[in-house]
């Protein structure tokens, strides 16, 4: 009895303990896990609704997709038609300009062709009639005659008007004109009593003045100032020239520094022509004055015939002592001797921008203006007989006014007739610039 009451009381004790520890957490639990079951059977039932709803959104939405579908099939039906509407019609207009360019486009080739038919045409009738003309000229008495027809129409023709001028006065303004008119009359006045030596030594003078202006720009500057008094500048060529130089060449530079000159080029070269007309001057004096031409001539022709060696010894900007060794290598084989070897050394040695050959004309031109004369510079085709050249002489001199020297230089290529430069004219009555004026002048 004992034993059973010990286990009711035990079983009492763990009820109690069971009831007091154990039995409410185990009810809050429980009222926890019905909580939460009933929150997601509430959270079910939100989302079954919310599925709901957006089913009814999605099948909504999918109407309106389906209207919208509709209406942007409708509007791009509308929209394709109206494009291809005005594609149709850009098409019109497009074949149109299409068309009325190819025609222009025809027209222009039709004419371009037509121009190239022209040309090629006369191109071809113009080197015919050259061909013509060569072999009607290879005869040498049609070539002949082509230089009487010339010398015709040459004396058909009125007395010129032109003013002859050589090469040291064409290049000066009015005022240089003038200053070197007044340096020649010194001159004149002061060699009137002076030998080949004197003037030889005048000329060497007179080019080593023109050698220091050149290197001394400062002081050609400083004498071609315009100034009312020149006795300043006198005063100053004497000082520097004073017992260096000749009576005669300090003469002639005080006159050089009195007058008034354009620019100070134009100093060096009226100095530099009184140079040249010493050494002609000595020449007249030993009566050498047509060989002078004549060896000048022949050596301008060598320049002519070799324009390298006219580019080198008109390079300027080389020493000059290379261009004159040059110079002196060429004259020991081309026969010119003496005063004219002179010359062209002093003109080599003065270049400064003029080229060599054309200096050399200058000098042709200074040597026969001493005698009074013009030259002429003919080009022919062949060598004139003396009859022709004779009747030239005479045309020419009748037509200038003054006495003319003829200088002829012969080019086959001419093929007939002359071409004549008298100083700044030119009369052109050569075959061969009358076919390419025909040339020039063919229809476009």
């Given at each position: ?10 079983f009492a ?9 154990v039995?409410?957490?185990v ?8 909580d939460a079951?009933?929150t ?10 919310k599925?709901?709803e ?16 509709a ?7 509308h929209?394709s ?12 207009v ?7 360019q ?26 015919k009639?050259a ?27 009125a007395?010129?008007e ?17 200053a ?31 050698k ?5 720009p400062?002081?050609a ?21 004073s ?13 050089v520094a009195?007058?008034r000159?354009?620019t100070?080029?134009?100093i ?12 002609l ?10 060989e002078?031409e ?16 006219a ?32 010359l ?18 200058d000098l ?10 013009v030259?002429a510079?003919?080009t022919?085709?062949?060598e ?12 020419l ?8 020297s ?15 430069a008298?100083g ?20 476009d």
């Amino acid at each position: 009895m004992s034993t059973f009451i010990g286990q009711l009381i035990g079983f009492a004790v763990i009820a109690w303990i069971i009831w007091r520890y154990v039995a409410p957490p185990v009810r809050t639990l429980m009222q926890k896990q019905q909580d939460a079951v009933r929150t997601a059977l509430a959270e079910s039932a939100e989302a079954a609704k919310k599925l709901t709803e957006a089913d009814a959104e999605h099948a909504k939405a999918l109407e309106n997709a389906k209207v919208e579908s509709a209406k942007v099939t409708d509007e791009a039906k509308h929209d394709s038609e109206r494009i291809a509407a005005q594609l149709a019609e850009q098409a019109g207009v497009d074949a149109e300009r299409i068309k009325a360019q190819g025609v222009q486009q025809v027209q222009l080739m039709r004419q371009q062709l037509i121009r190239q038919l022209r040309q090629g045409l006369g191109d071809e009738a113009v080197q015919k009639a050259a061909g013509l003309v060569r072999g009607h000229v290879a005869d040498p008495a049609a070539q002949a005659a082509t230089v009487d027809r010339f010398l015709d129409e040459l004396e058909q023709m009125a007395p010129s008007e032109a003013v002859i001028e050589t090469g040291a006065t064409a290049r000066l303004r009015a005022a240089s004109r003038e200053a070197l008119a007044a340096v020649v009359a010194e001159f004149d006045s002061v060699t009137g009593g002076l030998d080949a030596d004197g003037l030889t030594k005048l000329a060497e003078e007179l080019a080593s003045v023109g050698k220091l202006l050149i290197t001394e720009p400062t002081l050609a500057r400083h004498l071609a100032e315009p100034n009312d008094d020149a006795a300043p500048k006198v005063h100053l060529v004497e000082t520097l020239l004073s017992g260096k130089v000749g009576d005669p060449t300090l003469d002639i530079v005080r006159t050089v520094a009195s007058q008034r000159w354009s620019t100070a080029s134009n100093i060096v070269d009226g100095i530099e022509h009184t140079a040249r007309v010493a050494l002609l001057k000595r020449a007249e004096v030993a009566g050498e004055v047509d060989e002078v031409e004549d060896q000048l001539f022949r050596f301008g022709r060598v320049l002519d015939a070799h324009p390298r060696l006219a580019a080198l010894l008109s390079d300027y900007t080389t020493p000059a002592e290379g261009r004159i060794a040059l110079l002196n290598k060429v004259i020991e084989n081309s026969g010119v001797s003496g005063v004219a070897a002179a010359l062209l050394s002093q003109t080599v040695e003065l270049l400064r921008g003029e080229r060599a050959d054309e200096a050399v004309i200058d000098l042709v031109e200074l040597a026969v203006s001493r005698r009074g004369e013009v030259v002429a510079h003919v080009t022919a085709a062949s060598e004139l007989a003396d009859a022709q050249r004779d009747r030239l002489t005479e045309v020419l001199t009748r037509i200038y006014g003054h006495p003319v020297s003829v200088q002829l230089h012969v080019d086959p290529e001419l093929l007939g007739g002359l071409s004549v430069a008298v100083g700044d004219e030119v009369i052109d009555g050569s075959i061969a610039s009358r076919l390419a004026a025909a040339q020039t002048q063919l229809p476009d």
